[in-house]
Every structure is written in structure tokens, then in C-alpha cells.
């Protein structure tokens, strides 16, 4: 497993002044391009949760929708999407969030989860943890009975993880001290 995560840290690119100067941009795009890659990725990604009995993998648009079915699949549990405002055509519940500049929001379906569900919610990656934790908070209220949060990558420096309460499995698999 250690092996495959140096190789995985290894392809994510790094792309700067990406989308404004200053930023270092962290690609996940490379992690999905090869079969190689992507079945690595998938392995380590689902590492942790194969005995957790997970009965949906909710996932944050867009880029939790890459690897949040694949997971769905491979632990025979269904994928649930949250997506942006005006997206979703039934009845939702929503929760907004700080972002850069301004607030933003996004949305579940009401009937998308139940009380006896486990719930894992992923995204690709974990920076303040205003998406996540906007995320948690919608799932939290529709009174599932567990939930784990994973990402692909977490930017330490940001300490988003230190908005969710300690109970909950926050699991990163490539970390950056910044
Ligand atoms: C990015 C990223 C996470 C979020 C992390 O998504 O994919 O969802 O930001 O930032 P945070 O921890 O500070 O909230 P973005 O909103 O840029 O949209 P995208 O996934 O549609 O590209
Ligand atoms: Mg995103």
C-alpha cells in the first residue's frame, strides 16, 4: 500500500498560477488517465471501508463524482449525488457555505438517504472544509446511522479536518503541507 501511494502522490500534477496567480494547483486528473493508475487509486481509496458495511457513497460535484461511483460499486453500495444549486429536480435540502469570495451553496434530495443507511461522502480533496463540512451537515440532519468522510489529497496547512468532530473517520489518502 505504501508503494502505491508514493506512485499516486508521484502523478499528481502540480500546475502553477492555476486559476490565479499564487496558487498551486493540485491535478487529480492524471491519477484517472492510466488503468494502472485508476485501479490503484481505487484500491487504496477503499482500503479502509470494505468491512464498514457502507450503504451509500454520497458524492460532491464534480470532482467527487469521479471516484465516488467507482467506489459505490466496488462496495455494492449506491451512489448519491450533491450537486450545486438548481441542479437536483425533486425536493432537496440545502446548506450553504463560505467560499473564497462570497457564499455558496449546494444541495441533497430529500429522499436519498434513510436512517439505517452508512454513509460514506467523498470529494477529491480537502482544503478550508467549508464543501465537506456543508456536505456532513446535510447528511448529518437526514439522521443516517454512520458516516465517514474520505478524499484523494488534503492540504494540512488549511486544517479543514478540524471542523468535524473527532468521532468521524476523516481519511486523506495524499496529504500537503500547505
Ligand atoms: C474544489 C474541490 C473541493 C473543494 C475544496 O471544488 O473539488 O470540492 O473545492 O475546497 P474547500 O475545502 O475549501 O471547501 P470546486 O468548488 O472548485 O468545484 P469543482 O469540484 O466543481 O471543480
Ligand atoms: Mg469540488
Known amino acids: ?28 486528473t492524471p491519477l484517472f488517465k492510466t488503468k494502472e493508475s485508476l485501479s490503484n487509486l481505487t484500491e487504496v481509496l477503499l482500503d479502509e471501508y470494505k468491512d464498514k458495511g457502507i450503504t451509500k457513497v454520497v458524492g460532491i460535484e464534480s470532482r467527487g463524482f469521479i471516484m465516488g461511483p467507482i467506489m459505490a460499486l466496488e462496495l455494492g453500495a449506491g451512489f448519491v449525488p450533491i450537486r450545486k444549486p438548481g441542479k437536483l429536480p425533486a425536493e432537496v435540502f440545502e446548506q450553504e457555505y463560505e467560499k473564497e469570495y462570497g457564499v455558496d451553496k449546494i444541495q441533497i434530495h430529500k429522499d436519498s438517504l434513510s436512517k439505517d443507511d452508512v454513509v460514506l461522502i467523498h470529494d477529491d480533496l480537502l482544503a478550508t472544509g467549508g464543501t465537506m463540512y456543508a456536505a456532513y451537515k446535510l447528511v448529518k440532519d437526514m ?26 473517520g476523516i481519511n486523506s489518502l495524499i496529504h500537503y503541507d500547505i
Not at 499528481?12 to 486559476?19: A, G, Y
Not at 484523494?152 to 479536518?161: K, M, N, P, T, V
Request: aromatic share 10%; net charge positive.
Open 1 to 28: 500500500k505504501e508503494e502505491k501511494l508514493l506512485i499516486l502522490r508521484e502523478t499528481v500534477r502540480n500546475i502553477p498560477d492555476f486559476p490565479i496567480p499564487g496558487i498551486q494547483f493540485k491535478d487529480v
Open 143 to 168: 439522521g443516517v446511522k454512520k458516516i465517514y468522510v474520505n478524499f484523494i489529497i488534503e492540504l494540512d496547512a488549511l486544517e479543514g479536518r478540524k471542523l468535524f468532530p473527532k468521532e468521524i
